[in-house]
T-cell receptor, first 115, second 116 residues
Framework: EPEVTQTPSHQVTQMGQEVILRCVPI?????FYWYRQILGQKVEFLVS????????KSEIFDDQFSVERPDGSNFTLKIRSTKLEDSAMYFC?????????????FGDGTRLSIL | AQKVTQAQTEISVVEKEDVTLDCVYE???????LFWYKQPPSGELVFLIR??????QNEISGRYSWNFQKSTSSFNFTITASQVVDSAVYFC?????????????FGEGTQLTVNP
């Protein structure tokens, strides 16, 4: 069964450094997402992406965050200058099409630890 | 604004017991979609089920069943004859109508522990 792939599984970074989290969505999916989950808390929406542009973003997704689809398969989340509070599990998801009725399929997540 | 409430933070049962996880939602959309996801100890999020707001037919899939009641804004999830492998955090989630984007709004999650 096709799945969303995320790398790395765990990233440790010094505060203030830039980090890029990578995702390979399911191949025939057109809509991509990033969510984060601070340890022990609920999953929070960050951004959705379609047709090479951001469709929707939350208040969490401020100027230090950016997303990109650099080629036909990868989807990345960049955090420019990491803060301690960016420590969380980051999930990438994809769906066949936009629309709330489409189930989003999640990757296994990248655990980001900021020191 | 959308909101999902899972009032049960933790539930602990003994294997073979039935267990129901509660979910209450708030939305202004007339068309919306409800989901349940499972997060086992390994951390991934596993899609379990999706229901449309215009389809209140309840569903049974093996040991899982779902009870959607629009009148009470609830979308509860029942595991029959629970097993140790069912131990996980279960998240209820909500998404609005097609034209308003498709962000998922998650509840706080319910930690289910099934003891042998």
């Amino acid at each position: 069964e096709p799945e969303v792939t995320q790398t790395p599984s765990h990233q440790v970074t010094q505060m203030g450094q830039e980090v890029i989290l990578r995702c390979v969505p399911i191949s025939n999916h057109l809509y991509f997402y990033w969510y984060r989950q601070i340890l022990g808390q609920k999953v929070e929406f960050l951004v959705s992406f379609y047709n090479n542009e951001i469709s929707e973003k939350s208040e969490i997704f401020d100027d230090q965050f950016s997303v990109e689809r650099p080629d036909g398969s990868n989807f990345t989340l960049k955090i420019r200058s990491t803060k301690l509070e960016d420590s969380a599990m980051y999930f990438c998801a994809s769906s066949v099409w936009r629309g709330g009725n489409q189930p989003q399929h999640f990757g296994d997540g990248t655990r980001l630890s900021i020191l | 604004a959308q909101k999902v409430t899972q009032a049960q933070t933790e539930i602990s049962v003994v294997e073979k017991e039935d267990v129901t996880l509660d979910c209450v939602y708030e939305t202004r959309d007339t068309t919306y979609y409800l989901f349940w996801y499972k997060q086992p100890p390994s951390g991934e999020l596993v899609f379990l089920i999706r229901r449309n707001s215009f389809d209140e037919q309840n569903e049974i899939s093996g040991r899982y069943s779902w009870n959607f009641q629009k009148s009470t804004s609830s979308f509860n999830f029942t595991i029959t004859a629970s097993q140790v492998v069912d131990s996980a955090v279960y998240f209820c989630a909500l998404s609005g109508k097609e034209t308003s984007g498709s962000r998922l709004t998650f509840g706080e999650g319910t930690q289910l522990t099934v003891n042998p």
